[in-house]
């Protein structure tokens, strides 16, 4: 059964996720930023509102030094970060969606099978139902996406797959997410510059910058901090038939908040989805759950 750890945080966080897809389209859509300066105003946000966060609830011991970043979470968090502005470029919000957690998932079950976790047949029946819910929601009857952008979406999502997996066993998790979102900020500040050596149009309005600022400093950082913790007490497998509910927020926040047309499927596919969502989570696993604090994470790649 979820842990309580997990049924409050993990909320939070999806919430976050998906709210990340809508500032980056009202950003991007509307001509307010660039691609590569939203990339490097959201890391450089999230890596300035974390560090002092980390200092006053995570305090190093007496004598302790700051947690050093880890270039392969660092990479990963930049990887996802640039991929995933690029390709809202060119996608809509719910197929991006569908794309990036579709790779994400596809990530972290593969790891998690790598190591030795087997679902149980509750969680086979429930992970089926998410992904086949995703596929009524968005498959029938839309084209196909951009080649481009897809394939920068599913490097977004691989990229956030793995950075997640990185970050399970982490016992510092504003800490280790502070530090993170530093040393992708380093590589984030490149971008602008190397975008504007291709050729791309750099452009910078003051509606642009607060959006970037508000999807690093709280959809991303603090949204981060909140995903850290519930990885805390979820398998790999579990976080991700988890995380497939975020396309379906993405989805009903798109009619809400930005005026597109409802469709019919909607509402079933939403049904199908999230109960498919609750009954892989609410089935008790019988394989290894995800490490605690002071145990050793599972193989990195």
Do not use: K
């Amino acid at each position: 059964m979820i842990q309580p750890r997990a049924a409050l945080w993990t909320p939070l966080a999806l919430v976050a996720f998906a709210t990340n897809s809508w500032l980056c389209r009202f950003a991007l859509r509307g001509g307010a930023i660039d691609a590569a300066s939203f990339t490097a105003l959201r890391l450089l946000a999230g890596a300035v509102i974390l560090w002092p966060l980390a200092r006053a609830l995570e305090p190093v011991d007496a004598g302790g030094a700051a947690r050093p970043s880890r270039l392969p979470s660092a990479l990963a968090l930049f990887g996802y970060a640039v991929a995933f502005s690029f390709a809202y470029l060119s996608l809509d919000t719910g197929i991006g969606a569908l794309i990036a957690f579709g790779a994400v998932q596809t990530t972290m079950i593969g790891v998690g099978l790598a190591t030795g976790e087997r679902p149980g047949p509750r969680q086979w029946v429930g992970l089926l139902a998410a992904v086949g819910g995703l596929v009524y929601l968005v498959a029938p009857g839309s084209t196909a996406p951009p080649a481009a952008g897809a394939a920068l979406m599913a490097v977004a999502g691989i990229s956030w797959g793995v950075y997640s997996l990185l970050g399970r066993g982490e016992t510092r998790p504003i800490a280790s997410t502070a530090a993170n979102f530093a040393g992708a900020a380093v590589a984030g500040l490149a971008c602008p510059p190397l975008a504007w050596l291709a050729g791309a149009s750099l452009h910078v309005t003051p509606r642009g910058a607060l959006l970037a600022v508000a999807s690093g400093a709280v959809t991303s950082g603090l949204g981060y901090v909140a995903w850290y913790a519930a990885l805390r007490s979820l398998s790999a497998t579990t976080a991700a038939i988890v995380q497939l509910a975020t396309p379906v927020l993405v989805a009903t926040g798109g009619v809400l908040f930005l005026g597109e047309q409802p469709s019919a499927r909607l509402v079933p596919a939403s049904a199908v989805i999230l109960g498919g969502v609750a009954l892989a989570v609410g089935a008790r696993r019988r394989g290894r759950t995800a490490p605690g604090p002071g145990t050793t994470p599972p193989p990195r790649s």
